[in-house]
């Protein structure tokens, strides 16, 4: 079983309408579930993986929604923990190419209130953290001592930062937090924005050097997704292999960087590859085949509005 932890929330989306229609009206907006780790457990489900999710949900209207939709495709939900707090919020705007911008009411939510589980349940086979629940305390040092506990005991462990720069207070402290994570990481997967803003430069010289620093501090790999133009990792022994993105007509980009978790989880299942061991081994036609079957999943998503991850089915 892959376990997911982290925050699950209410992604508020602007409705699509043209700028004529809407004139000077506010723009409606459709509530969707989301929250990367929410998200990336979701993809797991949909794609047949047997999947936990772990974190703390609101037990309002939006909390029951949340757990229903992981409920719907299979997801465990016997690890999450219930509050009376509200569901977080976080509103999304969408560029003209589909990209997505956010803006988070966080004060006082249930998902941030997570504390520590006292143990996962026997057999998980990896562990998956990222996003806004590494950031909000006091739920973030609980994530923390979690990723920390299980790489300890030999649970494979993947972390996707997937940085939100107006939830940071503390660039740099956060910069420093994220080194300290890493010698417990097996596979560190982020965006090419997320590896800009983590080395804080825009010079792919210097960005090149920090994947290899965080490389030799801990993760057997690191998978950096690049948009529309595919997917890279680089490897232990220092060589990078790369795949191009699937060609799709883009309704937004919602949820593409958590269904890329999923995959990459999912096919790596498939090669028996859920240690660092086993990944550091890993053939490049097997690598390959990874990132692609990523790309491919990434592309069916970012083909519908929201975060809807594939199922299995559309993959075959």
């Not at 979701?42 to 757990?67: I, K, Q």
């Given at each position: 079983?892959?376990?997911?932890?982290?925050?699950?929330?209410?992604?508020?989306?602007?409705?699509?309408t043209?700028?004529?229609?809407?004139?000077?009206?506010?723009?409606?907006?459709?509530?969707?579930?989301?929250?990367?780790?929410?998200?990336?457990?979701?993809?797991?489900?949909?794609?047949?993986?047997?999947?936990?999710?772990?974190?703390?949900?609101s037990?309002?209207?939006?909390?029951?929604?949340?757990?229903?939709?992981?409920?719907?495709?299979?997801?465990?939900?016997?690890l999450?923990?219930?509050?009376?707090?509200?569901?977080?919020?976080?509103?999304?705007?969408?560029?003209?190419?589909?990209?997505?911008?956010?803006?988070?009411?966080?004060?006082g939510?249930?998902?941030?209130?997570?504390?520590?589980?006292?143990?996962?349940?026997?057999?998980?086979?990896?562990?998956?953290?990222?996003?806004?629940?590494?950031?909000?305390?006091?739920g973030?040092?609980?994530?923390?001592?979690?990723?920390?506990?299980?790489a300890?005991?030999?649970?494979?462990?993947?972390?996707?930062?997937?940085?939100?720069?107006?939830?940071?207070?503390?660039?740099?402290?956060?910069?420093?937090?994220?080194?300290?994570?890493?010698?417990?990481?097996?596979?560190?997967?982020?965006?090419?924005?997320?590896?800009?803003?983590?080395?804080?430069?825009?010079?792919?010289?210097?960005?090149?050097?920090?994947?290899?620093?965080?490389?030799?501090?801990?993760?057997?790999?690191?998978?950096?997704?690049?948009?529309?133009?595919?997917?890279s990792?680089?490897?232990?022994?220092?060589?990078?292999?790369?795949?191009?993105?699937?060609?799709?007509?883009?309704?937004?980009?919602?949820?593409?960087g958590?269904?890329?978790?999923a995959?990459?989880?999912?096919?790596?299942?498939?090669?028996?590859?859920?240690?660092?061991?086993?990944?550091?081994?890993?053939?490049?036609?097997?690598?390959l085949?990874?990132?692609?079957?990523?790309?491919r999943?990434?592309?069916?998503?970012?083909?519908?509005?929201?975060?809807?991850?594939?199922?299995?089915?559309?993959?075959?």
């Amino acid at each position: 079983m892959i376990v997911v932890a982290g925050e699950a929330l209410i992604d508020l989306v602007p409705e699509r309408t043209s700028s004529a229609a809407a004139g000077d009206r506010l723009p409606a907006l459709r509530p969707a579930r989301g929250g990367g780790p929410y998200n990336t457990a979701l993809a797991l489900g949909r794609l047949g993986s047997p999947t936990a999710f772990c974190s703390r949900v609101s037990t309002d209207g939006f909390g029951e929604a949340l757990l229903e939709g992981l409920r719907k495709d299979g997801v465990d939900t016997a690890l999450v923990q219930r509050g009376q707090e509200p569901t977080t919020l976080a509103v999304a705007s969408i560029g003209t190419d589909g990209s997505a911008g956010y803006g988070f009411y966080v004060q006082g939510t249930a998902d941030r209130l997570f504390a520590l589980p006292p143990s996962l349940p026997e057999g998980v086979s990896a562990l998956s953290l990222g996003t806004c629940s590494l950031v909000l305390e006091p739920g973030a040092s609980a994530y923390e001592a979690l990723l920390r506990r299980e790489a300890a005991r030999g649970v494979f462990t993947t972390l996707d930062p997937n940085i939100r720069t107006g939830l940071i207070p503390d660039a740099d402290a956060y910069r420093a937090r994220f080194q300290g994570w890493l010698p417990h990481v097996g596979l560190l997967k982020l965006s090419i924005e997320d590896a800009r803003w983590l080395a804080d430069s825009e010079d792919a010289e210097d960005v090149e050097t920090a994947v290899g620093q965080w490389l030799a501090a801990g993760p057997a790999a690191v998978v950096l997704t690049h948009g529309g133009e595919g997917l890279s990792v680089r490897r232990q022994d220092g060589s990078v292999l790369s795949v191009p993105g699937e060609r799709v007509d883009i309704v937004d980009t919602i949820g593409a960087g958590d269904t890329v978790n999923a995959a990459l989880l999912h096919r790596l299942a498939g090669h028996q590859a859920l240690s660092a061991p086993a990944l550091a081994k890993l053939d490049e036609a097997a690598w390959l085949d990874v990132l692609g079957f990523a790309a491919r999943a990434a592309a069916i998503t970012c083909s519908r509005a929201g975060a809807e991850p594939p199922y299995a089915s559309e993959l075959a």
